[in-house]
């Protein structure tokens, strides 16, 4: 098993083909922390998308008459190469995304547990046989794979969150088409292709395509082939294609963007809440979504957090991605640093308070904690994709659950209290699809539903909830007896 490098992984993977696209755009890879050169490949035009949508169609109808048994199999032995190969695919990471190595090993770990989740859906393609009201009739419903899945990655956790879409949909039966986001065309797509070529699974099932807007418009929605679009990324973006989705009649899982709140209630243990705020904020430099961009505390215990709080957000190693000991490498590329400073100058122009000010050095951007934050400030509204952080108070704890809601988003949520029955009915008052109780709000595990409210998505993933949203249900009634019609 040799190791795979960009020059290798940075192609068009259409229809088992290893190639060249045939649009206009020569599209670049760069390291984001030295800005180094990755490799190019030429975008895919709107006939090389058809042609592989038309791969995984054709390829979907071979894959589903496969023994369950031996698909499980093959999605199991794509986990075992995963292991084999991680070391390679944290250099990756690393090279592509300026991901740490500790982001890295939560990545592909997340990334096995799904897999692994994914490999018991070929054995849970179940029916049903249901009673009808009409003499002689058996009602039979099964669980049908849709088809074709077109999934649409983002930059932060790009090997995870297409994963997440690809693999769940493959162990439902289903073919898959993968638009990974410009900046990681490896992590995001190719890389997984690899992996599921080198586990068995037939080829052109699952086809990357590494393209632009301009190159294929809304075809990668509209595609009569594209019967689901999962998508994880921005608001904006997700609109225009839940839009799109409604428009061309098709069913559609959108992963969005968040503005998520750890709340410290007056009662918790400062030190553990400190430690779950800085994981949940810091963690591959802020850039995911479910990231606390609000650190909402009680008045009473604002200093004494507020100094610990600092103590530890200071002592982050900021740097190098390779570096063992970094925390903090760089953001994806500078127009994400600038769209962050400018926030952040923002905030600080509307009244807040630089208690830890950050600097900008390429595209790594070191820790900023902006205080004296009010719910009406652009800081405390807008997504923070990087290492900034927002602090409130509060003196109730209707006020901390009106705060908190106080956003278009509702992705994910954290409280920290020494009385969890306290904090649970809190828990259920918050406008979020996922809270979670003297923890951080990163959480994501492969058999509980993840999704968001309001401006954060629609639709849940993981578990049953994935096996929902890539199989259809077919109604087949079979009448043994000869039925009595009105007229005739």
């Known amino acids: 098993m040799r190791n795979y490098t960009f020059s290798d992984l940075i192609q068009q993977a259409i229809a088992g083909s290893w190639r060249d696209g045939n649009g206009k755009h020569r599209m670049k890879n760069s390291n984001p922390y030295s800005n180094q ?28 008459n496969i023994n369950p048994y031996q698909r499980r199999d093959m999605l199991l032995k794509t986990a075992q ?6 070391d390679e695919i944290t250099d990756l990471i690393i090279d592509e995304l300026g991901g740490t190595r500790l982001k890295a090993a939560f990545e592909i770990g997340l990334v096995k547990d ?35 899945v077109g999934v649409i990655s983002p930059f932060n956790f790009p090997f995870y969150l297409s994963m997440k879409s690809v693999v769940t949909a493959i162990g439902a039966g289903n073919g898959v088409v993968i638009k990974p986001h410009e900046d990681t065309p490896v992590t995001g797509g190719t890389m ?63 992963e969005l963007g968040g503005n998520s709140a750890l709340i410290v209630l007056e009662d918790a243990d400062i030190d553990y809440a400190v430690s779950a705020a800085v994981f949940s904020r810091f963690t591959h430099q802020g850039q995911i979504c479910m990231s606390a961009n609000r650190i909402i505390i ?3 215990i604002k200093d004494a957090f507020l100094t610990k709080y600092k103590e530890v957000v200071s002592s982050l190693t900021v740097g190098n991605p390779r570096d063992d000991e970094t925390i ?14 400018e926030i952040v100058n923002k905030g600080i122009e509307e009244g807040a308070t630089p208690y830890l000010k950050g600097s900008v050095n390429g595209n790594v951007v070191s ?40 956003s278009d988003y509702g992705l994910s949520g954290a409280i920290h209290t020494e009385d969890v029955e306290r904090g649970a009915e809190l828990a259920k008052r918050m406008e979020t699809g996922m809270i979670h109780i003297n923890d951080g709000t990163i959480n994501d595990e492969p058999l509980v539903a993840f999704g968001g409210e309001k401006m954060s998505g629609v639709g849940r993933l993981n578990g049953s909830n994935s096996l929902d949203a890539f199989t259809t249900q077919k109604w087949i009634s079979v009448q043994h007896s000869k039925r009595a019609f009105p007229y005739s």
């Open 114 to 148: 799904m897999i692994k989740e994914a490999s018991t859906y070929p054995l849970r393609m179940d029916g049903q046989i249901l009673p009808s009201p009409v003499d002689g009739k058996e009602n039979r419903v099964y669980r049908m794979p849709v088809g074709v």
């Open 328 to 341: 903090i490498g760089p953001l994806i590329n500078k127009k994400q640093v600038d769209t962050l400073m």
């Open 81 to 86: 190469i995963l292991e084999k190969r991680e």
């Open 298 to 300: 009680h008045e009473s």
């Open 192 to 254: 997984i292709v690899n992996l599921f070529e080198e586990s068995g699974i037939p080829s052109g099932l699952v086809n990357t395509v590494i393209t632009q807007i301009s190159e294929i418009g809304d075809l990668f929605v509209s595609h009569p082939l594209n019967k689901v679009v999962s998508f994880t990324g921005s608001t904006t973006v997700g609109q225009k294609i839940g839009e799109l989705a409604g428009k061309y009649l098709k069913k559609a899982s959108l």
């Open 37 to 64: 050169p990755l490799g190019d490949v030429q975008s895919a035009s709107a006939d090389d998308l058809d042609q592989a949508y038309e791969s995984a169609s054709r390829a979907q109808k071979e894959w589903i």
């Open 367 to 406: 820790p900023t904690i902006l205080t004296d934050v009010k719910p009406d400030m652009t800081v405390a509204n807008q997504e923070l994709f990087g290492p900034v952080v927002s602090v409130l108070t509060f003196k109730t704890d209707e006020e901390a659950v009106k705060i908190a809601n106080a």
